[in-house]
């Protein structure tokens, strides 16, 4: 049988992630393996309780068809991979369609169009109900530059949301290790100043804290109440709130917040290096007012060319330095995080061990944490 397996290389990540998935598929004897961007494809046995142990995958696909035929054929690759699907799922209730087509594919039909037409094969030869919300059976098309593949949504990662993707939000396994490095408790209030799409609250999501975003523009307040729409909630937490303001001036009493997590901007796609001289400044002056003076932290995120202004900034306000570190982001940008305390050394404070100098290790981390692969479509999944 050929599986396609898709994971998330995050912001620089590639490498140690391909790494840990390639070591897993020795685990089942895989066979003919061929690594693209994001996804990779084997040949194997079908042998279930190996395939869930693969947890380093975020999906994995039984393989119905690859060539470059259009109309997609649907015989062959199509009643092997079936006959397992509905041994393991049951039979197909209903479906939908869902493609990924890259910037290079040679086909000029939009990812729509796509999905319309091989669903109106499919429902034509199988007779399948379409269903777009909650489906039984999810049908994935992959169009590439030179060829078409499709496959069946056999298993996923228990636990995966939604992702809200965005060309100006942080990378989820960036956002992932910041709130790691928090340590966040129960029952804390979690402020992010300059919230953007909201991705550094949807990683805290689980912590079971009170999350308040707050951001000056109305348009990313808009962008992040629908982020979690999307993950189907109407705040950001259990009586959370989103807020607009000025990270100079919060609308929050003094000493009301446990945990700050701040992407700051780097004065490139926002602001200017100019502008952070007063930016930075102010800002930590009212994040250090807002913290608690016992137990306060920050989190932050700059670029490097910022590292020196924030811990100017950040020590004329009153915090306390804990742990620096600097890394590159995925566009090879050198960043640095840091640990603030509002009070003294001995404060309650995470550390900076989910980041690591050597691109890929947080995101490995997080796949390493992820819960054992369940079915989709069978009782498992639905419970």
Not at 21 to 26: D, H, M, S, Y
Not at 185 to 191: A, H
Not at 277 to 289: F, V
Not at 369 to 377: A, K, N, T
């Amino acid at each position: 049988m050929r599986f396609l397996g898709t994971v998330d290389t995050g912001a620089g990540n590639g490498e140690a992630v391909y790494r840990n998935c390639l070591n897993g598929l020795k685990l089942v004897a895989a066979e003919d393996i061929d690594v693209q961007k994001g996804r990779i494809y084997w040949s194997s046995k079908v042998d279930l309780p190996s395939l869930k142990a693969l947890n380093c995958f975020e999906k994995i696909f039984l393989i119905t068809y690859q060539g470059t035929d259009w109309p997609i054929p649907h015989g062959g690759g199509w009643d092997d991979a079936l006959d397992f699907w509905e041994t393991v799922c049951g039979r197909v209730t209903s479906f939908r369609v869902s493609c990924k087509k890259s910037s290079s594919s040679a086909s000029s039909s939009s990812s729509l169009d796509l999905e319309r037409s091989l669903g109106s094969v499919l429902q034509d030869h199988f007779a399948w109900p379409l269903q777009l919300r909650s489906p039984h059976l999810e049908v994935w098309l992959f169009v590439t530059e030179d060829c078409h593949t499709a496959g069946l949504l056999l298993l996923r990662q228990a636990q995966a949301r939604p992702v809200y993707t965005s060309s100006t939000g942080l990378h989820p396994n960036v956002a992932w290790a910041m709130v790691t490095a928090a340590a966040i408790q129960s029952g804390e209030v979690v402020l992010d100043p300059m919230c953007g799409t909201g991705m550094l609250l949807t990683e805290a999501s689980d912590r079971n804290a009170l999350l308040i975003g707050s951001d000056i523009s109305p348009e990313m307040l808009t962008r992040a109440a629908r982020h979690f729409q999307s993950l189907r909630r109407t705040a950001p937490s259990n009586g959370g709130a989103l807020l607009q303001a000025d990270v100079r001036h919060l609308p929050l009493p003094d000493g009301s917040v446990d945990v700050v997590l701040c992407d700051l901007p780097f004065g490139r796609q926002f602001g200017t290096l100019e502008e952070n001289q007063t930016l930075y400044p102010a800002a930590l002056r009212e994040l250090h007012r807002v913290a608690d003076p016992w137990h306060g932290r920050c989190v932050l995120l700059s670029s490097e060319v910022n590292a020196v202004l924030l811990r100017q900034s950040a020590e004329a306000a009153g915090w306390k330095m804990q742990e620096e570190l600097t890394w590159k982001l995925g566009n090879k940008l050198p960043a640095v995080v840091m640990i603030l305390t509002a009070q003294s050394a001995s404060a309650p404070h995470g550390d900076l061990s989910a980041f690591s100098s050597k691109g890929g290790r947080f995101a490995v981390q997080r796949k390493q944490q992820s819960p054992e692969l369940v079915l989709c479509g069978g009782k498992e999944w639905e419970s």
